[in-house]
C-alpha cells in the first residue's frame, strides 16, 4: 500500500485528504500541516473522494461509496458507523445514539467524545449529531462549519 494525500478547496474550507492506497483514511479541516510522507501523490482513492466531495458540495451526491478505514476502538468504531447510518438531511442527538447502540443512561457523552474523535469528518456525517435539545453543540471542525454543512443538507435548518 501506498500512503499519500491531497488538498482541495471546498465551501467549509480547504480539506486534507489522506489514504493508505487502499482507503480514505483522514479528513482534516484546514488550518492543517501537510503530511511529509509520501508526498502529494495521485491516486485512485484521492481521486474519488475528491470527485464525490465535490458533488456533495454541489448537491449532486447524498451518500459517499469511497472505501474508508477509520483506525479507532472497537467502541469509536460502533459510533462511527452509527453517525454513517443517519441518513442525508437527517439529525439524531449524541443520546439517540447511545440509545440506538443500546448504551447505559448517561452513555451521550462517551458518544460526544468518539463522535469528536472521528477522523473523517462529512463522509462519516459526525456534523448531523446535535444537542438533545436540538441545539448546535460541538464539533471538532467548529460549530461555524457544522452550521455550514447542516444548512447544506437541510437549508433553512439553523
Not at 459510533?79 to 445514539?97: D, H, K, M, N
Request: charged share 15%.
Amino acid at each position: 500500500m501506498s500512503s499519500s494525500w491531497t488538498t482541495m478547496p471546498s465551501p467549509v474550507g480547504d480539506l486534507l485528504l489522506q489514504t493508505d492506497g487502499e482507503h480514505l483514511t483522514s479528513i482534516s479541516f484546514s488550518p492543517f500541516h501537510t503530511p511529509a510522507w509520501q508526498g502529494h501523490l495521485a491516486s485512485p482513492v484521492l481521486e474519488a473522494a475528491k470527485r464525490q466531495l465535490e458533488e456533495y458540495f454541489a448537491g449532486q451526491r447524498r451518500e459517499f461509496d469511497v472505501a474508508l478505514e477509520a483506525g479507532g476502538t472497537p467502541f469509536q468504531q460502533r459510533v462511527w458507523a452509527a453517525l454513517r447510518a443517519i441518513p442525508y438531511g437527517q439529525t439524531a442527538s449524541y443520546g439517540e445514539i447511545a440509545r440506538g447502540l443500546g448504551l447505559p443512561a448517561g452513555a451521550s457523552r462517551a458518544v460526544g467524545v468518539a463522535n469528536g474523535a472521528n477522523p473523517i469528518p462529512i463522509m462519516v456525517p459526525c456534523h448531523r449529531v446535535i444537542g438533545s435539545n436540538g441545539s448546535l453543540t460541538g464539533y471538532a471542525g467548529g460549530l461555524e462549519r457544522k452550521h455550514r454543512l447542516l444548512n447544506l443538507e437541510i437549508p433553512g435548518l439553523y
